[in-house]
């Protein structure tokens, strides 16, 4: 095997030689190969900048079902994989010591004195019939202060709204009544004008010679008459007003006795509700009192906390949902973790996002899921919350490193998936997307000394191809490709893909 490579690198070396040679001999009459250069020939498409991160699946709403008692488990009645509704029993615990216990502290209990019993009971049952009567509405002292409130609550009302229609009707300009009396005051006013400047005129008349005595006289009686007309049309007029004004004060003040009488009624009624709930925690009282006369306190709390046992000792579904992990056992200890639920239709991913992609990335961004078990199949979901702070270490401090990461969540919005608790996925998060645009690489696009932003073209003909500088503006950038925009841009064109590369005016070879 080494005798065959040595002998093809010999070969292969001879060749070169040979090559070389050949073009040196050659080389005054040869011309030398046109650069060969790598291209894109625009076509208008979609440009998309994401970022890439990872994450895990797991469900919008979980829950442990834990238990605190040293019971055995009796029986379980639920796997992994079952669909369980909220209060559906997944398991119950061995109880028969606890009936038993609860059995003899109620013995205990009715052996103590039968007339002190019966006083607890009375005491009880007063207690129970306040409370109940207060709860129902039925206390005497509170049912009548509640008829005086809503009695008092209806006046205001009404007082209410006759102080709206009365400061309606005094703040109306078109009230019918307003309109009227100064539509006749306006014209006594106008007929008393009227009647002044013909006074005047017959009076310089009359002096003159030019009119009798009686017509003098006449025009004076008129503008007497214009003169009383006006006055009782003014006075008419400021009668409404001042009737409207009283109307007014009349309805604020019964607003304010109305208001005065519903503040009462407010005050009565918390006073008697207050002393009822005080005649409820006295009565109370006397319930704790016969309690300690027949020293039964401690043995009752006891057996309420042992009842409490035994409604625990069914343990229930807390949601709806699948059943995900069962660590109950039949026989076992039936104490802390023994089943964990989760919604699996209503999925979430959790993920970190580096310090620097934080700034890109908000709320409600959409976001495509591959993951391993489903190859190229995407699915779709969105971001729905990212945390305000960076994540904390084991100290509840934030680590003061490069590698500074946000948790956050994205909700699956696909249906029907075959995502499961648990998986490993990868998640492009679309931070923009332009459509029908001119996108080249990275590299075709180079600045000058002003920053302006240029690429190279070439402009075929029939041997090679001349490149040809032409300005751009630049829009999306990606972490490969940038969108160029220009008038002079068209789909066909050939732009060179390094421009770095290349000079103006330059031939190069594209085929």
Known sequence: MKKKTKIRLAVIAALIIVVVGGYTALGALATPPLARVSFTVLEPGSLSDTISIRGAVESTNRRNVNSTLNFLVDEVFVEVGDIVREGDILAVLDTADLDLNIRQQRAELDSFSESNLLGLESSERMYREARSNLAAGQNPQVLSAENAYRTAAANLETAQRNYDEALDDFNNPNNAQLQQARTAFNLAELDLENAQRTFERNQVLFEAGAVSRNILDNAETALTTAQNRYNDASAALDNIS???????????????????????????????????????????????????????????????????????????????????????????????????????ENLKITTRIREYDAVSVHVGMEVEIRTDSTGQEIFNGVISSIAPTAMRNARGDIANISDVEFAAEVDVVSVDTPLLIGMNTRLNVLLDQRDNVFFVPFDAVDFDMFGDAYIFVADVNDNAAVVRRMPVQVGLETDFFAEIISPDLFEGLIVLNNAANVTDGMEVAIN
């Not at 625990?312 to 089943?339: N, W």
């Open 242 to 344: 001042i009737t409207m004004r009283r109307t007014l004060d009349n309805a604020q003040t019964q607003l304010d006795n109305a208001q005065m009488s519903y503040n009462n009624a407010a005050g009565s009624l918390s006073s008697a509700t207050t002393t009822a709930n005080q005649e409820i925690s006295r009565l109370a009282s006397n319930v704790d009192s016969s309690q300690i006369a027949v020293n039964n306190d401690a043995r009752l709390i006891a057996i309420e906390r042992l009842e409490r046992q035994m409604e625990d000792s069914v343990i229930r579904a807390p949601i709806s949902g699948t059943v995900t992990a069962v660590f109950a056992r039949e026989g076992a200890m039936g104490s802390g973790l023994l089943f964990v639920i989760e919604d699996t």
